[in-house]
């Protein structure tokens, strides 16, 4: 044989070799027999056959491919492949981040397959030919996608239309044909569901499941926002029907099942605006001196049927979600306003947990179970805050304050003093032992009857809300440890330590203002940390050091693998007290109740499961509100051009820098290219963009001047443009 056709065999098997791992590895969980493979790589005659059967032996004596049955391939299992969850960037290039890898895998937009943002997908790590070098990948398979239906615009076309989706992860359009466009006009935001996405074509192919609107009308953007993250905002049919045929009568019968607490003077302590009251707090002198304080819950699991279509729809939503304008709440109204909720005035059934207490706030006795209650007051807390300022008698002068009325209003108006200074005694003893205090500025609006924010206002948390805050806390902690020291499947509320390469990014950012952290302990950490929170508190920088110092805790989660509380120095910690808003609270009375009554201790991977979803739905619901926030800043920022803000910078990226103004707290961006005095670049280390010939820097944390460019509603975006000098701070 001459060299020239010794080659030409040589490139042949090598072309064999690669179609042979082609065929196997792109179909991993199937095997395949020379037929098929065959099949594939389109070999017909009878040499060509016979060399890939040659070709396979061989292979598989060299345990390159596995022989699972006779004469049938697979591919060996390959130390390349790895599970994780795709993490689309701002380009259209992705990440996938896996738990089997240090960092993350970089897979540029061409090796995307299809893969979207969200989906679990199973990537091919290329091998690194230097060290230091990135990881990068080709996505093989979709294993599970995270969504099909997407917020979009409608572009309608004569025979068919696109829908180009609203999120900026969302990298295609979606095709819908002429029958699948439902009552859609050219223009309208839509909710459109992808069906499939053939392997030749650049598009998936949809149909359009709803149509939202006109883009920047408030409902349509409203709407919008809940079904980004497929949330509901009406219930079903038959869930509304089931929930207002349930009796919410309170009999005798189940009266005398439960400890009758109807004669302690109770009361709540809520917002302004809420309808649905799911604690009170009641509070009687003992005999001996201490106090007997009841922590009043309602009882929502009494009317939860466990088969229920009912108990279906409050596991899918695991929360409510509370919007600027409006509450989408977990129960139906008839439960969640009505029936469950503590109003005053009204016996309710409730599950408590009732503490005999000394004078200095430390819990000498307590007793769990379902109570049935009586609440004799509501207050706002601009009412219970009056009275802890002013200790004074505060009673509204439209109740009759003769014999027993009296006598109540005047019992609970000293309770409201007590509790506060015993409150106050525990909230010092949390921070001592290691708890962080956050009283982060919240922004809230004042809206107009047709729901337009006409001002913006900073709610902060004062004595009032940090009474009702400590002895929730306390009813949690109590219910949490009485399960978890008999080492019984439980569901905790749990929050692990800071990041330590955040906690350096935080370092870095707050000396600009003349802070700093001590990271030598574990104690000295959280020391510092509430040293800090403190000594933001009214400055300009508040804000911003608040939210960074947010960003560096691990986020809290829900599990039945207790770990403990960092945030609140707790070692057992659950949510008890909430559940008419909460899922996991409902789980927890069903369980704490099962424990009372004997029961031995559940499937922990049940609970698990339960676990996890409610995690993952609290942070949709979070990341509604965040975006409902956004949008009305939006709505409140339109229309004013003309005038100058001052602002921090909050944010700081290779393509612009982010300013929060300092007035509304409303954030907007800079672009890089909208900056003319010079050619700024990103660096990464200093948090700045700076200028190339002037050196001139913008780094996070600088006050800066600022007008309004662009205000746009539909994509929930503000733009900024420089005005002036940036102010030396």
């Known amino acids: 044989m001459t060299k020239k056709k010794k080659r030409a065999l040589k490139h042949k098997k090598n072309e064999l070799t690669k179609g042979i791992f082609t065929v196997l590895e792109s179909n991993r969980d199937q095997s395949f027999n020379y037929k098929q493979i065959a099949a594939k790589l389109d070999i017909k005659d009878t040499e060509g056959r016979n060399l890939l059967i040659k070709k396979l032996g061989q292979l598989k004596d ?104 609203t999120d900026f992860k969302m990298y295609t359009d979606i095709f819908v044909p002429k029958n699948k466009i439902g009552g859609a006009e050219d223009g309208d935001k839509v909710i459109v569901e992808i069906e499939d996405w053939p392997k030749d074509t650049d598009s998936p192919n949809g149909k359009i499941v709803q149509v939202l609107g006109k883009p920047g009308e408030h409902d349509t953007e409203i709407h919008a926002i809940l079904a980004e993250y497929g949330l509901p905002y009406t219930f079903p049919e038959e869930v509304e029907h089931y929930a207002n045929k349930l009796d919410t009568s309170i009999t005798k019968e189940e009266i005398s099942k439960r400890r009758d607490m109807r004669d302690v003077p109770t009361f709540t302590i809520d917002p302004k605006d809420a309808k649905d009251f799911d604690d009170a707090l009641s509070f009687r002198i003992l005999e001996d001196g201490n106090y007997e304080i009841g922590i009043h819950i309602a009882d929502v699991s009494h009317y939860i049927d466990l088969n229920s279509v009912l108990e279906e729809e409050a596991y899918k939503r695991a929360t409510s979600v509370y919007l600027v304008d409006r509450v989408v709440p977990m129960l139906p109204e008839v439960l969640s306003n009505n029936a469950c909720s503590l109003r005053p005035n009204e016996e309710k059934l409730t599950f408590s947990a009732v503490f005999k207490m000394s004078k200095d706030a430390k819990v000498l006795d307590k007793w769990f179970g379902r109570t049935v209650t009586y609440s004799d007051r509501r207050f706002a807390y601009e009412e219970a805050q009056v009275m802890i300022e002013n200790q004074n008698n505060i009673v509204p002068a439209d109740i009759s304050l003769t014999g027993e009325t009296y006598e109540v209003e005047q019992h609970i108006s000293d309770a409201i003093i007590t509790l506060d200074n015993m409150a106050k005694l525990m909230r010092s003893r949390r921070l001592s032992a290691g708890a962080i205090s956050f009283d982060k500025v919240e922004v809230k609006f004042e809206l107009n009857d047709e729901s337009e924010p006409i001002g913006v206002y900073f709610k902060t948390t004062k004595d009032a809300n940090k009474l009702i805050e400590e002895f929730m806390l306390l009813a949690n902690r109590k219910v949490a440890e009485y399960i978890g020291k008999q080492k019984k ?241």
């Open 62 to 165: 060299k345990k390159r491919i596995e022989e699972v049955e006779r004469g049938k391939y697979k591919a060996l299992p390959s130390q390349n492949y790895h599970e994780g969850v795709v993490d689309m960037t701002g380009r259209n290039n992705a990440y996938v981040i896996t738990d089997d890898l240090d960092s993350d895998v970089f897979v540029p937009f061409n090796l995307l397959n299809k893969a979207l943002h969200g989906d679990v997908v199973e990537v091919y790590v290329f091998p690194r030919r230097r060290s230091g070098k990135k990881m990068e990948g080709e996505i093989t398979k979709v294993i599970e996608r995270k969504k099909t239906t997407f917020v979009g615009i409608v572009q309608l076309q004569k025979s068919f239309a696109f829908v180009k989706p």
């Open 489 to 729: 499947t439980f569901v905790y509320r749990v929050h692990d330590e800071p990041d330590e390469e955040k906690l350096m990014t935080l370092q870095g950012v707050i000396s600009k203002f003349g802070y700093s952290i001590d990271m030598k302990t574990k104690k000295a950490v959280t020391s510092s940390l509430n040293s800090l929170l403190e000594k933001v508190q009214g400055t300009k920088e508040q804000n911003l050091v608040d939210t960074l110092t947010i960003r560096t805790m691990s986020k809290a989660v829900y599990t039945t693998d207790n770990i403990g509380h960092y945030g609140l120095a707790f070692d057992y910690y659950t949510h008890f007290t909430s559940p008419i808003r909460r899922y996991p609270d409902v789980m927890v009375h069903r369980l704490l109740q099962h424990y009372l009554d004997g029961g031995a201790s559940v499937n922990a991977e049940t609970y698990e499961e339960k676990c996890k979803h409610s995690s993952s739905m609290e942070y949709l619901a979070t990341s509604a509100e965040r975006d409902s926030i956004k949008y009305m800043q939006i709505k409140f920022m339109e229309g004013r051009y003309d005038e100058e803000f001052i602002g921090v910078i909050s944010g700081v990226t290779e393509w612009g820098i982010y300013v929060e103004l300092i007035d509304n707290k409303c954030e907007g961006m800079i672009r890089t290219r909208d900056i003319k005095d010079d050619y700024y670049v990103f660096d990464e280390k200093q948090y700045a963009l700076v200028g190339e010939r002037t050196k001139n820097m913008y780094q996070l944390g600088d006050e800066v001047f600022v007008k309004l460019k662009n205000t746009d509603l539909v994509k929930r975006h503000l733009d900024f443009e420089l005005t002036g000098k940036k102010i030396n701070s």
